[in-house]
């Protein structure tokens, strides 16, 4: 670690610092940024950084870890503008906060920290944050909404429509299907502004769509959803991700929820700010049934359920048929995909289908084929289909799903005016 004076006289090339009111007090910080710098690193009072801003060898800092706790709130105003000094000499901001409130934390974000890290660190959390500094493309997406061109009035602008994902049993490729459908509807204009597409992962104990999309989670999210009632429009965009400038992301949260974390008041408030933003809400939901589902069901669109053609799948869309019906909820707003459908030719397994829907009295709309290996691949290098494998089966049928949603909204739309 290089010594404050070192950090001023010492011609060794320094990538970042630390500053604090007291570095000591967050040995686990020293650890890491030892760990991952070596000895081209250094370490600022809050005092000794206002002074240090203002010299022009500090423009070649890569990233500053403002590191504060509790004591420190009362002192936020003078990290606040730390924080505003780093931005303007084009320093990344880190903040690792010990216990400090979610109020005081939202405010340091809003003004431009790149990201947030809970103290004591988590393993490899510092490691992470240093290699999202370097991914441009993964970057949180509230300058991206507010910078964005004004949404066409046939897009819908503050009536957007809710679209959730739900798996009728596990592994029908739920995640798969509201991930490339929503990449799908955010591109799906040849010419003219897009739509604009929020994606919601609701599944707070394993939600993978950070994972299929090579997104960060973030602290925020567990702010956002502990709070719904003082939510605003900055909270609500400051927890979102963007990817690729096209699709905003609102990831599970960091760590593993109880389902019940949430309220359907507190989904009701989410999805009322998701509408009022986006012409486009899709909502990866978890298989399991919750209190807020029925939340999800009366305010969404249609309701997707992905299927397989096997007797789980028939089982289940019996029993969540007579769920549904027995609370008087609308059972006709469900939209059955058939995952991993058979291929053309095979005339016994379209007449398994035709009974399947007929012994269980629904209409399987849609059929995806099995994109195979492509798919897996894509998933797991965090790529939708449209930019990984664009000729992939799985990728035509969403593609095609997609434009049959936009077209029927963008007609209801023009009709209405």
């Known amino acids: 670690m290089t010594s404050e004076a070192l950090l001023q006289n010492d011609p060794a090339p320094l990538v970042a610092c630390t500053i604090s009111r007291d570095v000591q007090n967050f040995d686990l910080l020293i650890e890491d940024m030892e760990s991952e710098l070596g000895e081209a690193w250094g370490d600022l009072s809050f005092e000794d950084a206002r002074q240090f801003f203002r010299q022009p060898e500090s423009g070649g800092l890569k990233f500053v870890a403002i590191a504060l706790d509790q004591e420190d709130e009362s002192l936020l105003a003078m990290i606040a503008d730390l924080i505003k000094s780093a931005k303007v000499q084009g320093i990344k901001v880190i903040l690792i906060a010990d216990e400090v409130s979610p109020m005081a934390l939202h405010q340091l974000l809003q003004l431009g920290a790149e990201d947030f890290i809970p103290y004591p660190l988590p393993e490899q959390a510092l490691h992470d944050a240093i290699e999202r500094l370097n991914a441009p493309r993964k970057v949180p997406a509230v300058d991206f909404i507010e910078a964005s061109l004004p949404v066409p009035a046939k897009h819908g602008g503050a009536n957007g429509i809710i679209l959730p994902v739900h798996s009728?049993?596990?592994?029908?490729?739920?995640?798969?299907?509201?991930?490339?459908?929503?990449?799908?509807?955010?591109?799906?204009?040849?010419?003219?502004?897009?739509?604009?597409?929020?994606?919601?992962?609701?599944?707070?104990?394993?939600?993978?769509?950070?994972?299929?999309?090579?997104?960060?989670?973030?602290?925020?999210?567990?702010?956002?959803?502990?709070?719904?009632?003082?939510?605003?429009?900055?909270?609500?965009?400051?927890?979102?991700?963007?990817?690729?400038?096209?699709?905003?992301?609102?990831?599970?949260?960091?760590?593993?929820?109880?389902?019940?974390?949430?309220?359907?008041?507190?989904?009701?408030?989410?999805?009322?700010?998701?509408?009022?933003?986006?012409?486009?809400?899709?909502?990866?939901?978890?298989?399991?049934?919750?209190?807020?589902?029925?939340?999800?069901?009366?305010?969404?669109?249609?309701?997707?359920?992905?299927?397989?053609?096997?007797?789980?799948?028939?089982?289940?869309?019996?029993?969540?048929?007579?769920?549904?019906?027995?609370?008087?909820?609308?059972?006709?707003?469900?939209?059955?995909?058939?995952?991993?459908?058979?291929?053309?030719?095979?005339?016994?397994?379209?007449?398994?289908?035709?009974?399947?829907?007929?012994?269980?009295?629904?209409?399987?709309?849609?059929?995806?084929?099995?994109?195979?290996?492509?798919?897996?691949?894509a998933c797991d290098q965090g790529m939708p289909l449209g930019l990984e494998a664009t000729k992939n089966p799985l990728r035509k049928e969403i593609h095609k799903l997609a434009a049959s949603l936009h077209a029927r909204q963008t007609e209801q739309l023009e009709a209405a005016q």
Request: aromatic share 8%; no cysteine; net charge negative.
């Open 168 to 377: 009728i049993a596990g592994g029908t490729g739920a995640t798969t299907i509201a991930v490339n459908l929503a990449w799908e509807l955010a591109t799906i204009e040849k010419k003219g502004p897009q739509p604009r597409v929020l994606l919601i992962d609701l599944n707070l104990q394993f939600g993978s769509v950070s994972t299929y999309l090579d997104l960060p989670r973030r602290e925020a999210v567990y702010e956002l959803l502990s709070s719904t009632e003082s939510m605003d429009d900055d909270v609500f965009k400051g927890a979102l991700m963007n990817f690729n400038d096209k699709l905003s992301v609102l990831t599970a949260p960091t760590e593993v929820l109880p389902l019940d974390f949430i309220e359907p008041v507190d989904v009701e408030r989410l999805l009322d700010k998701a509408r009022a933003h986006f012409d486009y809400v899709i909502v990866d939901m978890p298989t399991t049934l919750v209190a807020w589902t029925e939340t999800v069901l009366t305010a969404a669109e249609f309701y997707f359920a992905p299927i397989e053609l096997d007797l789980r799948s028939a089982q289940n869309i019996l029993r969540l048929r007579n769920a549904l019906r027995a609370e008087e909820l609308p059972f006709e707003k469900m939209r059955f995909l058939l995952n991993r459908a058979p291929k053309g030719m095979d005339l016994s397994a379209k007449a398994r289908i035709k009974r399947m829907a007929e012994n269980l009295e629904i209409a399987i709309e849609v059929q995806f084929p099995d994109g195979g290996r492509p798919v897996r691949e």
